[in-house]
């Protein structure tokens, strides 16, 4: 019935999406009007996060019944949108023709492939976790043909989609689904045995919606409650890992029944996707907000209401959002040495890659796993296990390995430097080069 209204009222009141690239000498700028409801900022911050696009400052509006929205925004490169494929990609997505009934609510549901299946992980950071997720993986003939993987404060996340081998398409045999879930959930618990809090969860079916990944990326986390290590002490700028803390603040408006949140932390790619998935996830309506994200900062004020209307209530209550909000920013923070690889996917291309970081005492903070073509591309960011920045004898030897022009070292924070200390600990997802896979009683000497 709730389909059926929202049909209705949207062919009644049919969006309208303007863009403009005369008015502002180096942005383009998207206007979005349209009848308003439940998680529309997030739809439309959606498509222009998956296009990836820089959203440099932004205008919404949305009490009562209208929603609208004034976006300035650029490609990769700084510069304005001017690609008729993906502006009219936006039309098609945000316009009157977009015949689908949006709702944030509805993406994180089951949608049916037959390509994959998937893999939903999350549990306590550990030395090697991911390259011994990855053995178990190839030992099982699965492989990996697409993932994404966070790790945020001594707890990580993955969403995988893996083909059988033989097949190139889903697992769909039950009794080896519940194999592939008892021997992952196995190596979960190598850390957190003794914690029942941090017992480790693992999912496996063959559904995955489009824009899954990110948004169940943040639940699993925010279900393990990541959020739950901010200590919010007033004049901090660094937390216990030397990250830089972002500035968040909710108070209210009493006469106008506000809560108002204000952000100010450093700018990155998606950052306006994080706050407002994180928001609209709560709960909470984003009636009015102001982004500011043309210089190195970002600066976000949002004007909340829970779903029934009412501000933020008690101070418990304020603590949780400022919590949740600052582990959404730094979830997605990437640190240390970003390395691209680029080579012909085969089965335990990533058991093996990662397998060559363990062995030379790096630790992964994120990656990302594409397969395109018949081709992997996949991007790493590591770190020295102790901490320090990557040595660069460890970089070639790497390289050596696996090949100069297979494996590239890119932008960002990519200095490297040498370092003389060695350590064997590490991270989820890192290194550790003592601990064979062996004593797992999982994979075959």
Not at 65 to 81: E, I, R
Request: overall charge negative; hydrophobic content about 35%; some cysteine.
């Amino acid at each position: 019935m709730d389909d059926e209204i929202a049909k209705f009222i949207r062919r009644v009141n049919p969006p309208r999406v303007v863009i403009d690239n005369e008015v502002c000498k180096n942005v383009t700028v998207i206007k979005v009007d349209s009848a308003n409801k439940h998680g529309i900022l997030l739809e439309v911050v959606q498509v222009l996060t998956d296009l990836n696009l820089t959203i440099k400052k932004a205008y919404i509006s949305s009490d009562g019944g209208w929603f609208m929205d004034v976006f300035n925004v650029t490609d990769q490169d700084g510069n304005k949108v001017t690609d008729e494929i993906v502006l009219g990609y936006i039309r098609k997505s945000l316009g009157p023709d977009d015949s689908s009934c949006y709702s944030p609510r509805s993406t994180i549901g089951v949608k049916q492939s037959v390509d994959f299946t998937v893999i939903e992980l999350t549990g306590t950071d550990r030395p090697g976790l991911l390259s011994e997720l990855c053995a178990v993986l190839t030992d099982l003939q699965c492989n990996v043909v697409n993932a994404e993987i966070w790790t945020h404060r001594a707890k990580a996340a993955a969403v995988l989609q893996v083909t059988d081998e033989e097949t190139c398409s889903a697992v769909t045999d039950p009794e080896r689904l519940s194999q592939i879930r008892k021997l992952l959930g196995y190596v979960l618990t190598g850390g957190s045995r003794s914690r029942r809090s941090c017992e480790p969860k693992t999912t496996v079916s063959s559904s995955l919606d489009e824009t899954y990944a990110d948004r169940k990326l943040h639940q699993l986390m925010f279900a393990d409650r990541d959020y739950d290590e901010w200590e919010n002490n007033v004049g901090d700028d660094e937390d216990k890992s030397g990250r830089v803390v972002p500035d968040v603040d909710v108070s209210n408006l009493h006469d106008l029944d506000y809560s108002v949140v204000m952000i100010r932390c450093k700018d990155r790619p998606k950052l306006l996707f994080d706050t407002v998935f994180t928001l609209t996830d709560m709960n909470y309506v984003v009636s009015h907000a102001s982004i500011d994200a043309e210089g190195p900062e970002a600066y976000q004020e949002y004007y909340i209401r829970h779903t029934d209307g009412s501000p933020v209530t008690s101070e418990a209550e304020r603590q949780r959002v400022i919590k949740c909000l600052k582990a959404a920013i730094q979830r997605r923070v990437s640190e240390g040495l970003k390395l691209e690889l680029c080579t012909s996917d085969r089965v335990g291309l990533l058991s093996d890659v990662t397998r060559i970081f363990r062995e030379n005492s790096l630790t992964v903070t994120r990656a990302e796993v594409k397969t395109k073509g018949g081709k992997a591309l996949n991007t790493f960011y590591v770190k020295d296990a102790s901490g320090y920045q990557v040595d660069a004898k460890t970089i070639d030897a790497i390289r050596q390995v696996i090949g100069q022009t297979i494996l590239q070292v890119k932008g960002g924070n990519t200095e490297v430097k040498p370092s003389s200390q060695e350590s064997q600990t590490g991270f989820l997802f890192g290194v550790f080069k003592s601990r064979s896979f062996v004593n797992f009683g999982l994979i075959r000497s």
